[in-house]
């Protein structure tokens, strides 16, 4: 993963050394609330409902063991002893005070991590594949670009006030695992027939208030010019994007206002002032980069079939080390390795994402021990071991299970994504995590699950959509009504190549109704699905008036 040089490193000390006297001058009230809200935010500092959260950055969602004691270290020192794993793979910390946020800071910048451009209405951290490296279906590493993205837009002094705030999404691989449609600019990276690696751009995604897939702008994009060419998609969103209304400030908004043909040819318009210009991208700059995203140093092995890796485990252990295997790991590059998914979804018990200080230095070791030294953080608020050897995964299941991180539910309906909703956010308008604890605890059967299938379920507290709701197969969303928390449902959203807006089937639910409503809408699934049909195919082939007709005929309070 990439190192700090002396100049990164000064820049985070600086900055670190800045927020300490802005810090300082807030306590001692040289600074009002209102002059000192947008420094917080530059350092990604939120005052929520009970304490302040701060948003840590893991760029790509690349971090290694050292990085993960340090934030374990956070959590225990300055927190209640966890943090929160986010949809965009950054951390957060729910329960900080004001006073000790400079010293996490200078923590941070001691294992070269920060919080810089985790909020505000500037380019955010950049996402990418959790797997990037080692998927089976990847075209080329996304990491190296990624990187050199990140640096270009860090600190960017004409993109550090936008209309509103910016989202990357990159993906270079078969499947879509960064839900790139739905990203103010998503960027789906690959090599053309002359083995020269190119991008296409989308523009004008995002959930939110109003939910939108992207559009494709420009095709066969060298990747040196991507800088020059998202330049020019940012200086005509700046020109041109709303400032007098946040709630259409998105850049998704500028170009349904425009149409996409227009934007297009606004941005190329602009984009000739900055081809070949000084931002592009040099070779000499990829080598610099791409040297710390080189393979490890992985053994000469054999593949093992199934049975041979079930073959390890004891006779007791077999039957839930097989569901382990089927849903947790995952196809390696590598002949002899796979990569695993510890599940930060225990049924019914804490908020989706949240980690105990135990549990990260537990997987610190974990990694260590099987995967380099490096973890991965994924959209669904999991963590990843990225390189583990085939013959480990019994050793490490066991160490797994052992800390709560072994369930066997990956893509299935209680590996739910949620944002930490009204029990933390001030936006929120509805709790999250009671939904989602609730809906677990009604689906506590591996072997229903299993029968079952894929479905995604994600939830959002408010409108902002942290919890990506529009995407999940199911989505639910929080709405306030008269002072009252209310659930509105929506079927049929789907990630990745296919990604669609789920469509909402009616009016909605009390908080203590959803359980009902959720099992309603899969009992229509399990009558009318077809052979080896996942549920968002049923969805699309029979419409949403047959779940819309169960559920409120049957929930009565809806």
């Known amino acids: 993963m990439y190192q700090y040089d002396e100049i990164d490193q000064r820049l985070v000390d600086d900055r670190v ?281 992985y053994k000469n092995l054999n593949a093992l079939s199934s049975k041979d890796i079930l073959e390890q485990a004891t006779s007791a252990d077999q039957q839930a080390f097989a569901r382990w295997l089927d849903r947790n790991v995952k196809s390696h590059q590598v002949p002899g390795y796979a990569s695993v998914v510890l599940s930060l979804k225990p049924h019914g018990t804490v908020a989706p994402g949240d980690v105990t200080t135990e549990q990260m230095l537990a997987i610190a070791d974990l990694a260590d021990q099987y995967s380099f030294g490096e973890i991965r953080a994924t959209h669904e608020q999991n963590l990843v071991l990225a390189d583990v050897e085939q013959s480990s995964l019994y050793s490490l299941w066991q160490s797994a299970r052992q800390q709560s991180l072994a369930l066997p539910n990956i893509g299935y309906l209680t590996d739910i994504i949620a944002c930490p909703g009204g029990d933390f956010c001030s936006l929120a308008n509805a709790k999250s995590i009671p939904i989602a604890n609730d809906i677990q605890k009604r689906f506590d059967d591996l072997d229903y699950l299993h029968d079952l299938g894929d479905i995604s379920l994600n939830i959002s507290g408010c409108m902002n959509s942290c919890g990506h709701h529009h995407v999940g197969n199911i989505g639910i969303l929080g709405v306030d009504k008269d002072g009252q928390e209310w659930y509105q449902v929506t079927l049929g959203g789907e990630q990745g190549l296919n990604a669609a807006i789920g469509k909402v089937i009616g009016p909605s639910f009390f908080a203590e109704d959803m359980p009902d409503v959720i099992s309603k809408v899969i009992d229509v699934y399990v009558e009318k699905r077809e052979p080896t049909e996942k549920f968002v195919d049923t969805v699309h082939r029979i419409g949403i008036a047959p779940f819309k007709e169960r559920v409120y005929a049957e929930v009565k309070r809806a």
């Open 17 to 297: 050394a800045q927020f300490r006297d802005q810090v300082k001058r807030r306590l001692s009230d040289d600074l009002s609330e209102e002059e000192f809200r947008p420094l917080r935010l530059q350092n990604g500092l939120y005052l929520q409902r009970h304490a302040y959260m701060l948003r840590v950055a893991i760029p790509y969602g690349l971090f290694n063991s050292k990085q993960l004691r340090t934030l374990a270290h956070i959590a225990n020192k300055y927190d209640r002893g966890y943090g929160h794993f986010t949809t965009r793979q950054n951390i957060q910390f729910n329960w900080l005070s004001l006073e000790n946020t400079p010293e996490i800071l200078a923590d941070l910048a001691k294992v070269q991590m920060h919080a810089i451009q985790t909020s505000g209405n500037c380019i955010r951290n950049i996402t990418s594949d959790p797997f990037a490296g080692v998927a089976g279906d990847e075209i080329v590493d996304p990491r190296v670009v990624c990187e050199l993205l990140r640096q270009w837009s860090t600190l960017h002094p004409e993109f550090a006030y936008l209309p509103r705030k910016f989202k990357i999404a990159v993906c270079a691989s078969k499947e879509d695992r960064a839900i790139v449609a739905a990203h103010d600019v998503g960027l789906y990276l690959y090599k053309n027939e002359s083995g020269e690696l190119r991008a296409d751009v989308l523009v004008g995604g995002g959930m939110g208030r109003t939910p939108i897939l992207g559009v494709v702008i420009k095709r066969d994009l060298p990747w040196q010019e991507l800088p020059n060419y998202l330049s020019a998609v940012l200086r005509v969103y700046n020109r041109f994007g709303r400032r007098d209304n946040m709630y259409k400030a998105r850049i998704k908004i500028l170009v349904k206002a425009l149409g996409p043909e227009e934007f297009a040819r606004q941005v190329e318009s602009e984009y000739e002032h900055w081809v070949d210009g000084n931002s592009t991208f040099t070779n000499a700059e990829w080598t610099r980069v791409a040297q710390f995203f080189t393979k490890p140093a």
